[in-house]
């Protein structure tokens, strides 16, 4: 298991870009494949962006795609999301997660998550 803290959240307005950060504590860091996902109010929490353990492989919920970049540096045990022409819809708690070793988002680690708000 790996510990998570997201940042880099804030306040932001339609058309500009935040690029939020989730530092890992652990050994096993480079072992396991992580990911984005975000939360808004009323609404269930949905996939945003992964990565594979050796960034050879980035997914991206639709809605993101274009304008989101999922990035990770092992070497600094931490994995990146870079917001571009961000939407008053992408205003969310977005949770940093580091899958399990066999793939499972849910059972493995999750951040505490960070609020990003797009708002004139």
């Known amino acids: 298991q790996v510990q998570l803290v997201e940042s880099g959240g804030g306040l932001v307005q339609p058309g500009g870009s935040l690029r939020l950060s989730c530092a890992a504590s652990?050994?096993?860091?480079?072992?396991?494949?992580m990911g984005w996902f975000r939360q808004a109010p009323g609404k269930e929490r949905e996939f945003v962006a992964g990565?594979?353990?050796?960034?050879?492989?980035?997914y991206y919920a639709d809605s993101v795609k274009g304008r989101f970049t999922i990035d990770r540096d092992n070497a600094k045990n931490t994995v990146y999301l870079q917001m571009n022409s961000l939407k008053p819809e992408d205003t969310a708690v977005y949770y940093c997660a580091a899958a399990d070793l066999n793939g499972s988002w849910y059972k493995g680690s999750w951040g505490q998550g960070t609020q990003v708000t797009v708002s004139s």
């Open positions: 990565i594979s353990s050796d960034s050879g492989s980035t």
């Open positions: 652990g050994r096993t860091f480079s072992s396991h494949a």
